[in-house]
């Protein structure tokens, strides 16, 4: 910049420069040539004005006596005068300078003349010098030779007074070409300072441009690099940065013979508040609860976000194992306590959990990676076994956490692969003991590990994201068995499916269960979908609206596992579901706790009070049936009543309930 700026400061100096350098001398040059032309030419005229008057003289001397002058002279004076009368007509050289010839015609002319007189002179000069008798003061001749004498001065002083004003002309010319270049350089010289000044302003517009444009340049790339290593959303570093600070502190680690931590944190439930609040929502708890971590840690062990609901914090250069474990358990219990303190913002409250999964250098592992996926088995084994808690990476953990991501694995093929079924469990009207109807529930024959029930493979397959599929599968075959038994002129009563959350947010799920109705002629009111609380609450826009055009369709609702969830009285009455299984956990503390019994009778008071049917699951006991029976629940279903059993034990079931038309011990199932 700045040699641009010099550079063409200079050029305008130096043309101004130049430019009057011109002048001056072009000036100079004319000054000079004007005076070495006129200065001769005027000595000329004064020459032969001077010669002929001295020729005069001395002739009228001479012709008077009194003088001894030579006659020679007289001619010579003469001469000379012609001489520069003819220097300036053809030019010529002597002792006193250069004569060049005049070019002025109207000048040629009157020398010309000068010299006409100047010869006429001369000749009556000799003419009077040969008869000198007759050439006395006063004669004829004498009288001519002054007439042509006067003659001749006078034009010799036109001559003069004509150069004069040709001087005065040209100096006139001059001043004027002069006074015009000098203002035309002055003019030059101001339109080059005003260029100069534009383009000066024009560099300075530039230099700050490009120093905006540098300074841009310069904010990109270093946020650039921010986004490169931290998260936009929480600014905790992300998992890039992470990595090299896992990296750094296990290198140190090994030089010194310290330990590491790892905790993988995971928040829980953390879709649902997504789901029920929106992604705004679920972006504030997420910048929440990266405070709350950064807030459980001291300032030099690091937090970072690896992405989603995940998180993961260091806490680097412990001196032993047993501190290690203390710091790992301290650290967790605090994050744990923090994240479970309801996120109030905006009118709204989350409430979370996180589960914890702890690694510990050297032992769980020497490379970040392998520390990392053990810290993340650790998680997983958390969440799977409760959620809310912490658990340290263990050898069995890691078995366990294998076998469930094989699970997750073969879990993708098995519907191709026909690996799935079905069992249905009764479910007993009270009031006649007779099948009211049955709930269809999945098995899965797994090709090495046998019959898995859906607790071994149901949770995985809804964070895996393959339980809708799965649902789909269980509702058309329970469809077409179905239609079946119906068509061997069976009365099955009413059919049972559970609907996974998954499922019920899919757009096509109407369009799914028309489907199966329409091809197996299911009526209204044989079909129930059982649904949990949570998966109801989840968008109540959505649910109004999908609620009633399955209720156009004839389809039921059942609410599952009624009071395990959020269990809000207000939905009950917004949604309006055609049944409340009540979950085993209430049947199971019958006359074991009394609040028990208590919370029962009035879940089941509420629902007829709302006209719902109530389903009392999980009976075991006689106890409980009777318990049951006596507040009011017209449906019950248990393994007292009748386990989940393939479909063609449940067919020989119908059968022999239609024979006998009494309730039957219940057969042994799965
Ligand atoms: P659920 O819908 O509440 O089903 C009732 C569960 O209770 C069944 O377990 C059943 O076998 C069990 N049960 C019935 N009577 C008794 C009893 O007297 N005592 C005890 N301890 N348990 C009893 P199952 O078949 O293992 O299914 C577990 C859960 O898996 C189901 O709970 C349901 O939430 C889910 N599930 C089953 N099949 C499907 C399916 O096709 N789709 C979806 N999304 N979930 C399914
Ligand atoms: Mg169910
Ligand atoms: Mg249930």
């Known amino acids: 910049m700045n040699a641009f700026k010099s550079n063409y400061l200079l050029a305008g100096f130096l043309l101004v420069m130049l430019l009057s350098l011109a002048v001056t001398v072009f000036l100079v040059y004319t000054g000079e040539r004007m005076a070495s032309r006129h200065s001769p030419l005027i000595d000329a005229a004064m020459e032969i004005k001077i010669n002929a008057t001295l020729g005069h003289l001395w002739f009228e001397e001479i012709l008077s006596g009194d003088s001894n002058e030579d006659i020679a002279n007289v001619w010579s004076y003469l001469e000379l005068a012609d001489w520069y009368a003819s220097a300036m007509l053809t030019g010529g050289e002597n002792e006193e300078g250069v004569y060049r010839p005049l070019k002025d015609p109207a000048l040629r002319t009157q020398i010309e003349s000068v010299r006409t007189a100047l010869r006429e002179f001369e000749t009556i000069a000799r003419e009077r010098y040969a008869n000198l008798q007759g050439s006395a003061p006063g004669s004829k001749i004498d009288q001519e030779f002054d007439m042509v004498f006067a003659d001749f001065m006078e034009d010799a002083d036109q001559v003069e007074t004509h150069l004069h004003a040709r001087i005065r002309n040209d100096l006139h010319d001059f001043r004027r070409t002069a006074i015009l270049m000098i203002a035309l350089s002055f003019g030059i010289s101001l339109m080059t300072a005003y260029i100069l000044g534009r383009l000066e302003r024009q ?75 929106g992604h705004g929502a679920g972006d504030q708890v997420l910048r929440l609860a990266a405070q709350r971590l950064r807030k459980s840690v001291r300032s030099d062990d690091s937090v970072a976000r690896l992405g989603g609901d995940e998180f993961t914090v260091i806490l680097s250069d412990i001196d032993d194992q047993e501190n290690a474990m203390a710091a790992a358990t301290a650290v967790s219990k605090t994050i ?179 489907a199966n109705i329409a091809e197996y002629l299911i009526a209204e009111g044989e079909l129930e979908l059982e649904l949990t609380e949570s998966a109801l609450l989840e968008d109540s826009a959505h649910t109004r609206e999908l609620l009633e055009q399955l209720r156009r369709l004839g389809i039921q609702l059942a609410i599952d596992d009624f009071g395990t969830g959020y269990s809000s009285m207000a939905y009950l009455r917004s949604f309006p579901a055609k049944t409340l299984k009540i979950d085993q956990s209430f049947i199971k503390d019958i006359h074991i706790d009394k609040t028990a019994d208590a919370i029962l009778r009035s879940m089941v008071e509420l629902a007829k009070s709302m006209h719902m049917d109530v389903v009392a699951e999980g009976i075991e006991t006689a106890q409980q049936e009777t318990f049951v029976r006596a507040v009011g629940c017209q449906y019950a279903q248990g393994y007292l009543l009748g386990r989940p059993i393939p479909a063609d034990e449940l067919r020989t079931l119908m059968i022999s309930q239609a024979d006998e038309n009494v309730r039957l011990l219940p057969p042994n199932g799965s």
């Open 203 to 277: 560099r300075q517009r530039h230099v700050i441009a490009i120093e905006q444009a540098n300074t841009e340049i310069r904010q990109a790339q270093a946020k650039l690099n921010y986004l490169a290593h931290f998260d936009g959303l929480t600014e905790l570093p992300n998992r890039t940065l992470f990595l090299d600070r896992l990296e750094q502190a296990l290198a140190h680690a090994k030089r010194k013979t310290v330990f590491v931590v790892l905790l993988v944190i995971d928040l829980d439930k953390f879709k649902s508040v997504n789901d029920r609040l």
């Open 336 to 514: 744990l306590k923090e994240l479970s303190t309801p996120f109030g913002f905006n009118g709204n409250t989350a409430f979370l959990s996180a589960s914890i999964g702890i690694a510990i250098h050297p032992q769980d592992g020497l490379e970040a990676d392998e520390l990392l996926l053990n810290a993340d088995h650790a998680m997983f084994e958390a969440k799977a076994t409760g959620k809310g808690i912490f658990r340290f990476h263990s050898k069995e953990i890691n078995e366990r956490v294998k076998r469930q991501l094989r699970i997750e694995n073969d879990l993708r093929t098995a519907i191709e692969q026909d690996q799935l079924c079905i069992h249905y469990q009764p479910q007993w009207d009270m009031a006649n003991g007779k099948l009211a109807g049955m709930e269809a529930l999945v098995r899965w024959r797994h090709p090495k590990e046998g019959l898995l029930q859906p607790g071994a493979f149901i949770p995985i397959a809804e964070t895996s994201g393959l339980i809708d599929k799965i649902d789909i599968w269980v509702l058309e075959a329970a469809c077409r068995q179905y239609r079946r038994w119906r068509d061997e002129g069976l009365k099955p009563g009413k059919l049972a499916v559970n609907i996974s959350a998954m499922l019920f947010r899919r757009k096509d799920l109407v369009r799914i269960i028309s």
